[in-house]
C-alpha cells in the first residue's frame, strides 16, 4: 500500500447547479451526501469533485485568468498527482474524513462556461469524484493523503 500527502488549496460550492462555485473557508462533509449546501451533493458515485491546482496552473500558464472553484470543483488540492489516483483509492483528509474514489474523469454532454471561454475543459480528464465515506468539516490548509491499494 503507498501513501502520497499534499493538502486542501480550496473548497468551493453553488447552492445552485449551473452558478460559479464560491471559495470558502471550510465544508461540512457528511456520509452519503457530499458537502452540505452544495448542489452537486446527494446520494450518487459523484459527491465529490476534486481536481488539482498544478492543473489548473497549466490551462493558467496559457493566458487564462483562472482560479481554484472556477472548473466547478469542489476540492482543490495541491501537492498530489491526482492523475495517478485509481478508482477504489482512498483520500484521507485532514484527521480523519475519508473520500473514496469513484469515478476518474466525466464526460461533457454539455459544453460548460469554461469550455466555452477556452474551447476545452480539464475536469474531464483530469477531474476526480468521490463518494463520502466518513463526516466531518474539511478546511482549506487541512493536509490529504491518498492511499493507494
Given amino acids: 500500500m503507498a501513501t ?8 468551493s460550492l453553488s447552492e445552485k447547479k449551473g452558478m460559479c462555485k ?10 452519503d451526501h457530499g458537502i452540505i449546501g452544495d448542489a452537486h451533493a ?3 458515485h459523484r459527491q465529490i469533485s476534486l481536481l488539482s491546482f498544478e492543473s489548473i496552473s497549466e490551462v493558467i500558464a496559457q493566458g487564462t485568468m483562472l482560479s481554484p472553484g472556477d472548473f466547478a470543483e ?13 478508482i477504489g483509492d482512498k483520500l ?20 460548460c462556461e469554461i469550455y466555452k471561454k477556452l474551447g476545452d475543459c480539464i475536469m474531464p ?14 478546511k482549506v490548509g487541512d493536509e490529504i493523503e491518498v492511499i493507494n491499494d
Fill in 42 to 44: 446527494g446520494n450518487w
Fill in 92 to 111: 484521507i483528509l485532514g484527521k480523519k474524513i475519508e473520500l473514496k474514489i469513484t469515478q476518474i474523469g466525466k464526460k461533457c454532454h454539455t459544453k
Fill in 74 to 86: 469542489n476540492i482543490t488540492t495541491e501537492g498530489i498527482d491526482l492523475r495517478s489516483v485509481k
Fill in 22 to 31: 464560491k471559495n470558502v473557508p471550510e465544508a461540512k462533509l457528511k456520509v
Fill in 125 to 138: 480528464s483530469d477531474g476526480i469524484f468521490a463518494k463520502v465515506v466518513n463526516s466531518g468539516v474539511i
Fill in 4 to 11: 502520497t500527502k499534499g493538502r486542501i488549496k480550496a473548497v
